[in-house]
């Protein structure tokens, strides 16, 4: 499985972005897709993970502010971000886990999203 971000940006606060995950490969084996967001010094955080079944979940800081989606004909999973706040700042990065019982993670580049107050 191959994963490629896109979307990230500058942008002002209170302003959006979609970022996009898609991914390629052996992709009917992909049992979640999660981003992930690691803010220079910090320590790699969960954001958003979106399940074959059930429903997403997201980090208490982003919660009503982002939505995880995806277009399973496009293999393409999606990080709508609104009122984007300076401490959103970060490199976002997409993971995806596959295989049984979600044996194999796999890591896509990152995507920088950068806030300006």
């Known amino acids: 499985v191959q994963l490629v971000e896109s979307g990230g940006g500058l942008v002002q606060a209170g302003g959006s972005l979609r970022l996009s995950c898609a991914a390629s490969g052996s992709t009917w084996t992909i049992n979640a897709i999660t981003w992930y967001r690691q803010a220079s010094g910090n320590e790699r955080e969960l954001v958003a993970a979106?399940?074959?079944?059930?429903?997403?979940n997201y980090a208490d800081s982003v919660k009503g502010r982002f939505t995880i989606s995806r277009d399973n004909a496009k293999n393409t999973v999606y990080l709508q971000m609104n009122s984007l706040k300076p401490e959103d700042t970060a490199v976002y990065i997409c993971?995806?886990?596959?295989?049984?019982?979600?044996?194999?993670?796999?890591w896509g580049q990152g995507t920088q999203v950068t806030v300006s107050s």
């Open positions: 993971s995806a886990r596959a295989g049984e019982w979600g044996a194999y993670t796999y």
């Open positions: 979106i399940y074959n079944g059930g429903s997403p």
